[in-house]
């Protein structure tokens, strides 16, 4: 089973900027959608991105214009480059494997990584 590995989290103003980083044990990509979820205290988890096979992408309503999804075959990475940020926005953030090709809808796998934490607080 891939491994996942997210990295670029932190603690950041409103208005700030982060970017996350998720790193896959294995050649991905190229075969299967990925997504971005992120879970705040006391609800459930969210789609936030996800990425077809082919370089498509699908935000929530809660980010589009905001965030960006993007990714490095070369280094097995995906990407969230996180702009304007709100208190909102504060959560675990999660990459997951999907389980097709195909963002609509998206369908997640099993594999998680392990998530990190952002944190939007003046």
């Known amino acids: 089973q891939v491994q996942l590995v997210e990295s670029g989290g932190g603690l950041v103003q409103p208005g700030g900027s982060l970017r996350l980083s998720c790193t896959a044990s294995?050649?991905?990509?190229?075969?299967?959608?990925m997504g971005w979820y992120r879970q705040a205290p006391g609800k459930q988890r969210e789609l936030v991105a996800a990425?077809?096979?082919?370089?498509?992408?699908s935000y929530a309503d809660s980010v589009k214009g905001r965030f960006t999804f993007s990714r490095d075959n070369a280094k097995n990475t995906v990407y969230l480059q996180m702009n304007s940020l709100k208190p909102e926005d504060t959560a675990v953030y999660y990459c997951?494997?999907?389980?097709?090709?195909?963002?609509?809808?998206?369908?997640?796998?099993?594999?998680w990584g392990p998530g990190t934490q952002v944190t939007v607080s003046s």
């Open positions: 294995e050649s991905i990509f190229s075969t299967y959608a």
């Open positions: 990425m077809t096979s082919s370089g498509s992408t």
């Open positions: 997951n494997k999907g389980r097709t090709y195909s963002i609509s809808p998206y369908y997640p796998s099993g594999s």
